[in-house]
DNA sequence: GGATTTATGTGTGATAGCGAACAGACGCAA
DNA sequence: TTGCGTCTGTTCGCTATCACACATAAATCC
């Protein structure tokens, strides 16, 4: 069964590492479930814990104020919230936001800062994973500033699919509006549109996709842009 | 004369360092002048030397085709291009830009890995530049997605300003709608109200700016904001 | 089972910014 | 002086998105 895990990690950035590395990190993790839209910290709070999703999903939002918010990062099991800690800083640059609940490991700060030294494959990982969440970070910053909101609807889906692994999950259209930084009404129409040409349907939040060449095809090339630069990064 | 560059450095990061500690990187560095509009590096590029501005302006730009550019960071005297290389990726995530000429130190991307290695504390204030920088390019990011074509111009100018260190300099109209993500007449209808309102003067690419407080009170928070998080990660 | 909450759909007018095309104005160079 | 390249100003129709207000429908709760 561990070896099981070896081979398809629980969390992607545990891949990579010596058997008795990961054995030891795994002692100090502790599983558990996040909350549903519990705002796990808030741009300038200090960070206590470092998170590691297997199946939930955290959203890094940035907040103006209350109707103006933006989604700019999401962590699932590719990913970790709490790598700005690699750079000697210990508050947390964004409001991170759960957006789906679900099985996510996690560890004390101080415990995760100890064990970067301990393990160089580790350190080393995490350093790339900051790296392309910083590349990525600002393809989507480009993608909001020049895409039509059904793109890059198509586009956040697509991204959540893979997280959640799964053709179905539950969201609501104010949520997706708030992560696109939209009016909840765009989210509407781009998702009729989406349910118009069969590629999904939607209902009270219960979101199925039933095309994904379809949902590819109307996404910005930004889905794939993200996607390359984290396996040429990450998977060298 | 040798105090007077350690009371007032050439680029803020080299501050806070020790004499010794100065001394021997300033062997290292070399000076030059960058040509304007200079492409320094496509993403993806191998990095072969790292930049701290003097005097100059070096924008990393976004960039999805010829007519679709962002601005995503500016980095002038205050900070320096290659800061990613912390994370030991040695390829640039974004296009550098020349936008103001003027001296530079530059620096052979090996021989900078290795003098990390030597000072903890360089080591440690570019860690903290390179999360002022995520930070700063998020806010960005969200700042183009919600204000509107004057409020950013006018921030981009004082961010100029302070790069330049200087009330005029030269910068044409195409120039800061390449970075706005905008079309020129849309930087030419919101240089236009600014100069109504006796805020800048504007003549073939010659650029005043004659009231700091307007211009501060017609740029968006971002600025501040931008500031903020500069002087509380880096100056702390 | 009725009331309340939550989630989605619709309609109307306003507006910021876009694309394209063109006109003037300045500056340098032959 | 003429010409050409660069920079800025102006106009027109168009579209995506916004703000606001209200309608409908499913789920949940007492």
New binding site residues.
Partial sequence: MQLKQRISPVNNLLAGLTEVEYQRLMTEFETIDLMLNEVICNAGDQIHYVYFPIKSIIALMNHLDA?KNLEVGMIGNEGMLGSTLLLGVNTAPFRAVVQNTGATLRMPAATFTHELQQSLVFEQQLKRYLYVSLSQLVQNATCNRF??????LACLLLRIRDRVQSQSFH??????AQML????????????AL?HKKIIS??????RIHDNVGLEAISCSCYQTNNETYSRILNA
Same sequence: chains 1, 2.
């Fill in positions: 109707d895409h039509v909101i059904e793109e890059r969201i609501t259209q104010e949520s997706l930084g939209v009016r909840r009404v765009g989210v509407t129409m781009a998702a009729k349910q939607y209902s009270r939040g219960n979101l």
